[in-house]
C-alpha cells in the first residue's frame, strides 16, 4: 500500500535541465530520509542526492553544483532538479525512500525512470 512513483524523466540535450519528482503514496508515518540513486547500463547503482529528516543533504560529487534535491513534506515528496545536464548522467534514476508505515522501518525502491542526455 506504500508506493514510491517517479516521474520527469525523459530526453533532453545536453547543458539542458529536468526535474524529477518522487511521491510516497499510502499511509506513512514518517519519512527518515529520501534519496535518488542513478544506474547507467553495466554499472553499478550510485547514489545522487539524499535529503533527511531533519534536512541535512548529500550530493555525490559527480552532480555537486548542478542538481538540487528539495521536499515538500505536506506532499511527501521529494524532487530532484538536473541542471546542466550531461551524456554522462544519462541512466535509470531511482528514488529510495527510509520510511516508517504499518511494517515498520522499511526502505523502498521506486520502478525508476529513465533519463538520456543526448550530446
Known amino acids: 500500500q506504500v508506493q514510491l512513483v517517479e516521474s520527469g524523466g525523459g530526453l533532453v540535450q545536453a547543458g539542458g535541465s529536468l526535474r524529477l519528482s518522487c511521491a510516497a503514496s499510502?499511509?506513512?508515518?514518517?519519512?527518515?530520509?529520501m534519496g535518488w540513486y542513478r544506474q547507467a547500463p553495466g554499472k553499478q547503482r550510485q547514489l545522487v542526492a539524499s535529503?533527511?529528516?531533519?534536512?541535512?543533504?548529500n550530493y555525490a560529487d559527480f552532480v555537486q553544483g548542478r542538481f538540487t534535491i528539495s521536499r515538500d513534506n505536506a506532499k511527501n515528496t521529494v524532487y530532484l532538479q538536473m541542471n546542466s545536464l550531461k551524456p554522462e548522467d544519462t541512466g535509470v534514476y531511482y528514488c529510495?525512500?527510509?520510511?516508517?508505515?504499518?511494517?515498520?522501518?522499511?526502505?523502498?525502491w521506486g520502478q525508476g525512470t529513465q533519463v538520456t542526455v543526448s550530446s
Open positions: 529510495n525512500g527510509d520510511l516508517d508505515y504499518k511494517l515498520g522501518r522499511r526502505q523502498l
Open positions: 499510502g499511509i506513512i508515518f514518517s519519512i527518515n530520509v
Open positions: 535529503i533527511s529528516s531533519g534536512g541535512s543533504i
